[in-house]
């Protein structure tokens, strides 16, 4: 029965699709890489932006994902083939299936940073300690981070092969409430600590003068890594979908509470990162420097800080799945593999694909691209390059190829709450590719 969603069946409930969705976009995205991204862009000027574009680009694209999975009932390679056979515009599909592939690589180093964390929380965060130092001292040790690595991606990978998404997405139901309450917890700490004013003032007051071309990249990139956008995993994820659910709505639920989500998480971070006199722009590591520290003076914060870890961990499997689901069901769909073995050999080789960033912050330390280290030449090639080219394309086909009228039909179909008309048509056709394309121009021109 468990297989029955990824042998090419549909989401037996309404509720199935929406929490498969929802877990996979809601994950580290909003509460390791949201956080450190505001930081390292100034705060508030950028949230707005980042707003704008989840608004204006993740709802049209991620509408766009569904229907064009639903109507093709394909993995993106195949979806592309299906609604516009003999053309190349399954190479879209490719560049998705690529773009999974490196994300997850990296997506999973995070996800055994979670796990090294939660075990670190339950010996009990010391107050006082020099968080950042642990971080630093955490990474930089490769056999450990290596293995907690392993152990994500064998995670992913067993629940992919064996095909029991559905069961987990049903415990996620119950687990994901929980995280909620921990982070609005953490949020009332945070802003109750001495100096939290200054970490409100950073997120939420915009300063004009903060404004810098990489932002618009960044808030583009983020909204699509978080919505889980531009590499077809709504497309995949949708190919489950039935004719019964409505897609609208679907996608407004999902990018509702991500955005709730990564919005609480700067609010849980910024207050503490002004109160404890760390430095918003730390990268990477914001998050696991700065979380452990409001435990550590929290009542039971051991305690506390290992569940909140573990939820965390847990939304990071949930969302990986769904890129390694987009790997593993092009592999299945179009050479034929079973979902065993395509999840076993995938998972192995993106595994091996993850080392470089953890050797990056140890035995590689000496690499450099563009000023950035592995872990962040990863990232910005999925996420500046890869992602919005992949959301430019699915809008130029879901607007153009197969027609924006089509794709709102099918978008419309059966008619909820929500429905997308002619203001969608413009945004599809016109704005969201025309917005991506000069982002990315001009922030490439600016690199190189
Ligand atoms: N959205 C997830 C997060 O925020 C990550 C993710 C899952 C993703 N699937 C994706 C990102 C597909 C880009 C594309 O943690």
Redesign the pocket.
């Known amino acids: 029965m468990e297989n029955e969603v990824f042998e090419r069946g549909t989401w037996t409930s309404k509720l199935g699709f929406i929490l498969a969705a929802a877990g ?7 509460i390791w ?1 949201f956080p450190y991204v505001v930081g390292e862009n100034g705060g508030a000027l950028f949230l707005i932006i980042y707003l704008i574009a989840i608004f204006f680009i993740g709802y049209p694209v991620m509408v766009s994902e569904m229907a064009i999975g639903r109507k093709s009932n394909k993995n993106p390679v195949g979806a592309f083939k299906a609604l516009a056979p003999d053309t190349p515009w399954w190479l879209a599909g490719a560049l998705g299936v690529l ?2 592939f490196v ?1 997850l690589s990296y ?1 999973s180093v995070i996800g055994g940073w979670s796990i090294a964390y939660t075990l670190e929380a339950l010996g009990g965060f010391p107050e006082g300690a020099d968080f950042a130092s642990v971080f630093g001292e955490h990474i930089s040790n490769p056999g450990t981070v290596i293995l907690w690595h392993g152990v994500f991606m064998a995670i992913c990978v067993s629940i992919i092969g064996a095909g029991v998404v559905k069961g987990i997405q049903r415990a996620v139901k119950v687990l994901m409430p929980i995280l909620f309450v921990i982070l609005v917890f953490l949020v009332i700490r945070s802003v109750t600590l001495d100096g939290a004013g200054a970490g409100l003032e950073f997120y939420l007051a915009p300063n004009l003068g903060d404004i810098r071309l990489q932002s618009f990249t960044d808030a583009i990139a983020q909204a ?8 077809g ?1 709504m497309i995949t994820y949708g190919s489950y979908l039935s004719d019964d659910d409505n897609i609208c709505d679907s996608a407004g639920f999902v990018l509702g509470l991500d955005t709730l989500i990564a919005i609480l998480a700067g609010f849980a971070i910024f207050p503490a990162v002004f109160a404890l006199g760390a430095t918003a722009d730390a990268g990477p590591g914001l998050t696991f420097m700065v979380l452990p520290e409001v435990f550590s003076e929290m009542p039971m914060g051991g305690f506390f800080g290992a569940v909140f870890f573990l939820l965390l961990t847990i939304a ?1 499997v949930t ?2 799945i ?2 390694l689901e987009v790997v593993v069901s092009w592999m299945v769909d179009e050479k034929g593999w079973p979902r065993k073995k395509a999840a076993a050999v995938l998972g192995t080789l993106i595994f091996f694909v993850g080392i470089p960033p953890i050797l990056g912050y140890s035995v590689w330390s000496g690499f450099e691209f563009l000023g950035m280290d592995v872990l962040d030449t990863y990232d910005w090639f999925a996420n500046d390059i890869f ?1 919005p080219l992949g959301g430019l394309l699915t809008a130029v086909f879901a607007g153009h190829v197969w027609k924006a009228k089509n794709t709102a039909e099918e978008a419309n179909k059966p008619k909820g709450n929500i429905s997308v008309g002619s203001i969608f048509g413009i945004m599809i056709k016109y704005i969201v590719p025309i917005a991506i394309g000069v982002v990315m121009v001009l922030n490439i021109a600016d690199k190189f």
């Open positions: 996979s976009a809601v994950g580290l995205g909003n890489r773009t999974g994300i997506y699509f890594f978080t919505l889980s956008l531009g590499m995993a990071a969302s990986a769904s890129l992602l």
